[in-house]
């Protein structure tokens, strides 16, 4: 038999530790707001008020007209097991206020990012200062504050972040979804003929798996993103003849044209272009999508659910 080593034991680092028990302390948003507002409580507020986007997701924000944060705690405010509350085991037996363990802002910091702004009684203006993963962000900043402390909890996720050198695919993917970016295939055609006109085109198109009500169409032209409804339409009437699903389809499709075959000055808001010789180019591109279609359809992927 073969006897197999024991895995060697070692130390987490800090950081792991934190964020480990950063999902112990704020379970989902709803923890955040409760324990914010047990701070707000502690703190001898008589007036709380509590701003939640997206159920939290987005931005958390409580505000209170309570004793403030002294200045010079501000540095070690979310460190974990900084408290004003606990000084010794033996006050447990006695203690009133909400918290006393010190965690919750450290947790918060470890989730999401934590904006403070805070003043306390007799000064003439408070102080902001913003922390990520139980530090301080930056040196606190004078600002105007009303009496109390304000404390904003956003979310660490951007809601749309793109990578440098990613593809076209890997943005859609970001915007869109992994389901979109999965059913669409690559299209690209160009047409130098100069007796009609001069185009080269690419895109992604969705494929016969891809269903949705709704068409979603992307369309760059020269660059900028614009609105074609004749191009709309003529690609939806190629979906519905050639697919047997009766599913609108999800097209990015980027045009180049010499500047001169498009009329940007349609309309004051320059989303809905014209384009010289447009009839030419939307049968190009229509026969493109036409035969990149049939060629998908006989190759159809099916997904089975685990
Ligand atoms: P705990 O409440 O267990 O002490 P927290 O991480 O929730 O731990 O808060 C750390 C400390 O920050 C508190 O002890 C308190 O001194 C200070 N603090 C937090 N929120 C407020 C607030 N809204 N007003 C004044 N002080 C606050
Ligand atoms: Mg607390």
Redesign the pocket.
Known sequence: AIRAEPPRIRRLEEAVVNRIAAGEVIQRPASAVK??V???L??A?SSVSVVVKDGGLKLIQ?S?N????RYE?LSI?CERH????LSAFEDLQTIK??????????SMTYVGHVTVT?ITEGQLHGYRVSYRDGVMEHEPKPCAAVK??Q?MHGANRADVHTVIASSRLDSIRAVYGASVARDLMEIAVSDDNPARSIFKMEGLISNANYIAKKTTMILFINGRLVECTALKRAIEVVYAATLPKASKPFIYMSIDLPSEHVDVNMHPTKREVGLLNQESLIDTIQNAIESKLMNSNTTRIFQIQA
């Open positions: 324990e914010l047990e701070n707000s502690d703190a507020a409580v209170d309570g004793h403030g944060i705690d405010l900084t408290t004003s509350k206020s909400m918290g006393f363990r010190g965690e919750a802002l450290a805070t109390g402390t404390i």
